[in-house]
């Protein structure tokens, strides 16, 4: 039995709207194959508002959403703006902790059934909540650490916009910010990576890249999700994700990736992370 689902897109940036072609396909595909209980969208969600909209249109007005700061919505004062008051207007339900120090409303986590989830915005430095060029510096971390430590949640997801191991997507190949993700601060990196293989975290859930991959590293998942606005990037195939936490917390994740001819979403080989 399912104690937990939930979407995951991400990357939709300037492909949101009317057209079936763009993020509002992936949305209905959601709506019609079950939503699950949340949908959650690790970055480049500019503008979050438009975002937002199909979402509510598609899917549903009391589908919950939990945004993620992307480099675009770091780059973006009014994208900025619109998450923090997002955030303090009371739309995200079940959150356990709010962010640090100037940062308190773009990093947080929250809870459902075993599974806790924690969103890190890997643009703050410490100071500013659009501070770096994406990294996971000490003001971060230390927070980060915390409230992993603070759960007693079997099931722990981490979420943030760039992978920590960029791949190659699992289908076409392409490879994209090879060497400009969070690797691009290598120590900053492997103490995260760590961070999470110490505090048992099921998988880290990302994107940044527009490719969909799964990789494993010290027993960590990394699922980097791609992108999901349609035919806004046809390099790789636009995609979504559907993540199960069953009741013995084991997890399952599903992809569907867009069908270029049929302009449907069609599901691909689902894998299963032991909780």
């Known amino acids: 039995m399912v104690q937990v689902s939930f979407s995951v897109t991400a990357d939709m940036r ?3 709207g009317d ?14 194959g079950g939503a699950g209980d949340f949908m959650v969208s ?6 979050p508002a438009l975002v937002y909209a199909d979402i509510q249109t598609y899917i549903g ?4 959403w939990y945004p993620v700061v992307g480099n675009h919505e770091a780059e973006t004062t009014s994208d900025m703006t619109w998450l923090r008051d997002f955030y303090l207007g009371d739309n995200l339900p079940n959150i356990v902790n709010s962010g640090p120090a100037n940062a308190a409303e773009t990093n947080y986590s929250f809870d459902y059934g075993d599974a806790h ?10 100071v500013s909540d659009t501070g770096t060029d994406g990294d996971v510096p000490d003001a971060l971390h230390s927070w980060l650490s915390a409230d992993l430590s603070n759960t007693t949640r079997p099931i722990k997801f981490v979420i943030g916009h760039e992978p920590a ?13 090879e060497d400009d993700s969070l690797n691009a601060h290598e120590a900053n990196r492997n103490r995260f990576w760590q961070t999470l293989v110490d505090q048992g975290v099921t998988a880290y859930i990302c994107g940044h890249t527009h490719n969909f991959s799964v990789y494993l590293q010290g027993g960590v998942w990394q699922i980097d999700v791609g992108h999901a606005r349609g035919f806004g990037d046809t390099g790789a195939r636009s995609t979504f994700v559907m993540f199960y936490v069953m009741e013995d917390d084991s997890v399952w994740y599903y992809p569907y990736r ?7 979403y069609e599901p691909g080989t689902p894998g299963k992370i032991e909780g």
Do not use: K, W
């Open 117 to 126: 989830f924690t969103v890190i915005n890997e643009y703050y430095d410490g």
């Open 165 to 177: 191991f960029p791949q190659p997507d699992a289908e076409s190949g392409r490879l994209r910010h």
């Open 19 to 32: 057209s079936m072609l763009y993020f509002r396909g992936a949305c209905e595909r959601i709506a019609t």
């Open 14 to 16: 300037e492909y949101t």
């Open 42 to 47: 690790p970055g480049d969600i500019d503008p």
């Open 258 to 264: 867009l069908n270029l001819d049929s302009h449907n």
């Open 61 to 64: 007005t009391d589908y919950p």
